[in-house]
């Protein structure tokens, strides 16, 4: 078996395959539609998809066209950032249910602490309203798992402290030159897994110099080197791409990076989007 499609297991027990394709800024319709049923077709087994994206629709209907088992589909979505109260988490929920076509999705997150357009905002209130309408969700079985994406571990902490049932995972911002080391530290003290969300620095990683280098030694792609790296380091990924031979290039990772590359691969710091 391909080591993308491998799988880790949540603190439940709930299996989630290392690779997943991401769907932020893919356009719902034929875009969306395409890129997830290429990805079904090249061996994917996890999708990443939010509300927010407004694209769960062309998702479920690709996974449905795949004829794919859907159980052995892992899909995660995402409650809107600014929804903080559970009425509308209770309504979102079910719409996006709806519109993925599913009776349970296998991944449920609170998008972010706060509204994207007031970020820092306190939510700790609205936080642990949503999230106690989420562990509903998953007493009900329609979700498999519940978590958060984006949170710190303070934010985590005032679920915890108010909550009954510990997130399953925080969906957040690594890549190379990225390392979280707080949140991931704190994270693996409670057994929180992490999923790595733009795992390529939404594409800007991919003209960097030192990667591009390690990439040469090991005769693959700097997008491969990225990915590798984040499975070296434990964590899911989930790379977004609308290209056929992309697509699949992701999923080209059975290759060792050596010790001593992983700690050059280390040494990167800074923003990608500040390289160019
Ligand atoms: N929870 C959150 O708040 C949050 C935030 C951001 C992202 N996410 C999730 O994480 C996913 C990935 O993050 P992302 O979309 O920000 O960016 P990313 O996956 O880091 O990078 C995507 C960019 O890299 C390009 N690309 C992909 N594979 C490539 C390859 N092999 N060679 C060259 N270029 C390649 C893509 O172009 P093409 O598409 O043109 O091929 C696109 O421009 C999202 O789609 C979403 O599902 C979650």
Redesign the pocket.
């Known amino acids: 078996m391909k080591e993308f499609v491998k799988n880790y297991k949540l603190i439940n027990g709930v299996e989630i395959p290392k690779i997943?394709?991401?769907?932020?800024?893919?356009a719902p319709g034929k875009d969306a539609y395409n890129?997830v049923l290429m990805a079904l077709r090249h061996g994917y087994r996890h999708i990443?998809?939010?509300a927010a994206?407004q694209n769960e629709k062309s998702v479920g209907d690709a996974i449905k066209d795949s004829g794919i088992p859907r159980e052995e589909i892992f899909i995660t979505t995402?409650l809107p950032a600014e929804i903080k109260d559970y009425h509308t988490a209770k309504k979102t929920f079910a719409k996006s249910l709806d519109l993925l076509g599913v009776e349970y999705v296998d991944l449920y997150?609170i998008?972010?602490p706060w509204p994207w357009n007031e970020i820092g905002k306190d939510c700790r209130a609205g936080n642990v309203e949503v999230y106690k309408a989420m562990e509903e969700f998953y007493k009900e079985g329609k979700a498999k798992a519940i978590g958060v994406?984006?949170f710190s571990p303070e934010d985590i902490e005032n679920i915890i402290g108010n909550c009954e049932i510990m997130p399953m995972v925080n969906?957040?911002?690594y890549?190379i030159g990225l390392d979280q080391k707080s949140t991931i530290d704190y994270c693996n003290a409670k057994g929180i897994f992490i999923i790595a969300?733009?795992?390529?620095?939404?594409?800007y990683?991919?003209k960097n110099t030192v990667i591009l280098e390690v990439a040469e030694k090991y005769s693959v792609?700097?997008?491969?080197i990225?990915l590798r790296y984040l499975l070296q380091k434990g964590v899911a990924a989930?790379?977004?791409?609308?290209?056929e031979?992309?697509?699949i290039?992701?999923t080209e990772l059975d290759f060792e990076i050596a010790k001593e590359d992983m700690l050059i691969l280390d040494s990167v710091k800074g923003d990608p989007r500040r390289w160019s």
Do not use: M, V
Not at 221 to 224: G, I
């Open positions: 997943g394709l991401g769907t932020w800024q893919i890129s990443d998809t939010a994206y995402k997150l998008h972010a994406s984006n969906q957040i911002g890549f969300y733009s795992p390529l620095g939404i594409g990683l991919l792609s700097a997008a491969q990225c989930l790379p977004k791409s609308t290209h031979e992309r697509i290039q992701n």
